[in-house]
């Protein structure tokens, strides 16, 4: 038994109320709630060793430097890396998008191609544009259908010896599309593709297994999964990172620096210039901790039936329609009412206390293919429930009377 009342009062915002409503959270595709487990790691991290690490010799600098570094573990673990060095703490998953695509304009020239998806947040988008005006290499893209799913025909005729990188979301941010990774990480390893996974929307739900996957750099942000805002990991596998450049030069990442030449830190430090969010990757550790407590199967279970329940009750509001209507879907739900904008809708919702999106959801190409502005996206997670979702339909049941 899921109990969702015990686990919502983990979280102190979910009894805040948003004009005079108790507040119904569903934007959880964009940054999710913090359980009071994790904001009590933050408040003990500046009340007690708040400290900058790695090179201190004092007590503080060094328990600061133990539990950052055991967080960078926690990180490992949970993604089944080979190797601790195979993490890298960033800032989110846009920088580790952008840290490898810096670190392939060294290796691409004009006679390489890279494949994107059609379904991709613009973070993993316009970083290999600007690789792909670097260097030369032409960047093709495969197509989505009107369920919102990749077309895998298509990606395999696509596909070819010219193939160099292949970047693809492990779920779409817009739709909820779980994408068939396993055989794109495959199939792009026969002709000598390295892969990227973007995890950022698949991380709250999924547990991935990099090893299992067999995947070369995996990118995800903390604040999706109960953690802070402000760092994330990347992992790669431990001969890309050392084939890649450093991404930003400074201090932590160098081995010795003279005016000559500076020769650069070992993994994982040659790609964490500066000193880190330390408080930030602490409190990662601490929000997966916090999920694995909770389990990601239970929580796949809870929030499918939340998902279900939700796509069969706005199915029966006439002149809605869902977009992204895969089998394969994490707990989000991405719609329209006919003639009705999306902001319109957000905002008689948001009167009523309940937090949906509105907009392109930072994936335009995915708007353009529907020819809509944008959606209502509601999202959700382990701590919403059956009732807050009955107030959503009753909202937007409102919302239709008083717009249409
Ligand atoms: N990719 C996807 C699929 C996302 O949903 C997001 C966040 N909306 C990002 C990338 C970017 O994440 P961040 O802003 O945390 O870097």
């Known amino acids: 038994m899921f109990d969702v009342q015990r686990i919502r009062q983990d979280f102190p915002i979910l009894s805040r109320k948003v004009n005079n409503k108790p507040l119904i959270y569903f934007d959880n595709a964009a940054t999710s709630q913090t359980p009071k487990q994790v904001i009590d790691a933050i408040v003990d991290y500046y009340s007690n060793y708040n400290a900058n690490i790695h090179r201190g010799v004092h007590s503080l600098s060094q328990e600061a430097t133990d539990k950052y570094e055991e967080a960078r573990l926690k990180i490992k673990d949970h993604f089944n890396a080979k190797h601790s060095h195979e993490i890298i703490l960033t800032s989110g998953t846009t920088h580790g998008i952008n840290l490898v695509a810096h670190g392939f304009g060294s290796i691409l020239n004009s006679n390489d191609e890279v494949l994107v998806s059609a379904l991709e947040h613009h973070s993993n ?36 010896n010219k193939t160099k990188l292949v970047f693809v979301n ?9 994408n068939p990774i396993s055989y794109i990480i495959a199939e792009s390893h026969k002709v000598g593709a390295a892969v990227l996974i973007d995890g950022a929307q698949a991380c709250p739900h999924i547990k991935p297994d990099v090893q299992n996957l067999n995947v070369d750099f995996y990118v995800a942000s903390a604040h999706k ?83 279900k329940y939700a796509t069969k009750k706005l199915k029966e509001i006439e002149g809605l329609k869902i977009y992204g209507i895969s089998a394969q879907k994490t707990a ?17 919702l948001d009167k009523m206390g309940i937090a949906v999106r509105t907009g392109h959801h ?28 009955d107030c959503l339909i009753d909202g937007v049941m409102k919302a239709k009377d008083m717009l249409s």
């Open 125 to 160: 988008i316009v970083p290999w544009q600007m690789l792909c005006e670097a260097t030369g290499a032409k960047l093709k893209v495969i197509p989505m259908n009107n369920e919102g799913e990749l077309v895998m025909t298509e990606f395999d005729k696509l596909i070819s």
């Open 170 to 178: 492990h779920v779409s941010n817009a739709l909820g599309t779980i």
């Open 225 to 307: 999964m109960c953690g802070p805002t402000g760092v994330g990991m990347l992992y790669g596998k431990e001969e890309w990172l050392r084939k890649l450049p450093p991404y930003q030069g400074g201090g932590e990442m160098i081995a010795e620096v003279t005016f000559e030449k500076t020769t650069y830190a070992d993994l994982p430090h040659k790609f964490e210039a500066g000193t880190p969010n330390i408080c930030g990757g602490i409190a990662f550790g601490a929000a997966l901790d916090y999920m694995n407590t909770i389990g990601f199967d239970a929580i796949a279970n809870y929030e499918h039936q939340l998902l």
């Open 332 to 348: 989000v739900v991405s719609f329209n009412l006919e003639g009705i904008h999306p902001y319109d809708i957000g905002t008689i």
């Open 362 to 389: 930072c994936a335009q190409p995915i708007m353009d293919f529907f020819k809509i502005p944008g959606t209502v996206r509601a999202s959700f997670s382990f701590y919403n429930t059956i009732e807050e979702i």
